[in-house]
């Protein structure tokens, strides 16, 4: 499976950016999805999921309430939506694709394919 992902860009804080990840070469819709991010010098950090077992969203709590992942099987596509930015979201966003467990939908080693990251900055 190869991810493209799409929709980064500079942002004043209180603004909205809306993330794409097109999916091709394999089986997407049989994986869960979701998004991480990374800053310099820091390890990934889980950002939002969608569950294939459960059809579920998941979210870490600093993003919760301002950032909605959805997708579209028929598109091959996982969007992240995200509103009322805040300088602490500038990072390099990962798009992702895996079947890790439940338990641990928030650890990158769940997930085998990465998508090549997109840059958001958020000014203050």
């Known amino acids: 499976v190869q991810l493209q992902a799409s929709g980064g860009g500079l942002v004043q804080a209180g603004g909205s950016l809306r993330l794409s990840c097109t999916a091709s070469g394999g089986t997407f819709s049989t994986y869960s999805v979701g998004w991480f991010r990374q800053t310099p010098g820091t390890e990934r950090e889980f950002v939002a999921a969608w569950a294939m077992q459960n059809n579920r969203a998941y979210y870490s709590d600093s993003v919760k309430g301002r950032f909605t992942i959805s997708r579209d099987r028929a598109k091959n596509t996982v969007n992240l939506q995200m509103n009322s930015l805040k300088p602490d979201d500038t990072a390099v966003y990962f798009c992702?694709?895996?079947?890790?467990?439940?338990?641990?939908?928030?650890?990158?080693?769940?997930?085998?394919?990465w998508g090549q990251g997109t840059q958001v900055t958020v000014s203050s």
């Open positions: 992702v694709a895996g079947r890790p467990i439940i338990s641990s939908i928030s650890s990158p080693l769940g997930y085998a394919y």
